[in-house]
C-alpha cells in the first residue's frame, strides 16, 4: 500500500508560482506511476500530470502545458509539481495519486487559489 500527503498550496496572484509536494509512504514507491489531478468547485476531478516510475517519461494536460513540470526524487518517496504562470483558472484542490495496474491511491488534496 502507498499513503501518500499533499503539501505547498496556498494563495498566490495570477502570474506567480508555487510547488506542490507529495509525500509517499511505501517500500514499492519507485514502481507506481504518479500524477497529479485537481477538482474545481462544481466540477469534476481532472488530470494534470503525470510521470512514470523512473521518471523518465512525463504527461501534461493541454492546459497545463509549459506552465507545469511534474518531478519525482524516488529516493526520498517525493513528487513535485511546480506551476509557474498560473491563472484564476488553475484554482483547485490538487490531489496526488500513485497507480500501479489497476489499483490506484489518492491523498487528501492541497487548495490553490489563484486570484486576478
Known amino acids: 500500500q502507498v499513503q501518500l500527503g499533499e503539501s505547498g498550496g496556498g494563495s498566490v496572484q495570477a502570474g506567480g508560482s508555487l510547488r506542490l509536494s507529495c509525500a509517499a509512504s511505501?517500500?514499492?514507491?519507485?514502481?507506481?506511476?504518479m500524477g497529479w489531478f485537481r477538482q474545481a468547485p462544481g466540477k469534476e476531478r481532472e488530470f494534470v500530470a503525470q510521470?512514470?516510475?523512473?521518471?523518465?517519461?512525463?504527461y501534461y494536460a493541454d492546459s497545463v502545458k509549459d506552465r507545469f513540470t511534474i518531478s519525482r526524487d524516488n529516493a526520498k518517496n517525493m513528487v513535485y509539481l511546480q506551476m509557474n504562470s498560473l491563472k484564476p483558472e488553475d484554482t483547485a484542490v490538487y490531489y496526488c495519486?500513485?497507480?500501479?495496474?489497476?489499483?490506484?491511491?489518492w491523498g487528501q488534496g492541497t487548495q490553490v487559489t489563484v486570484s486576478s
Open positions: 495519486a500513485a497507480a500501479y495496474g489497476t489499483t490506484k491511491y
Open positions: 511505501g517500500r514499492t514507491f519507485n514502481s507506481y506511476t
Open positions: 510521470i512514470t516510475w523512473s521518471g523518465g517519461v512525463t
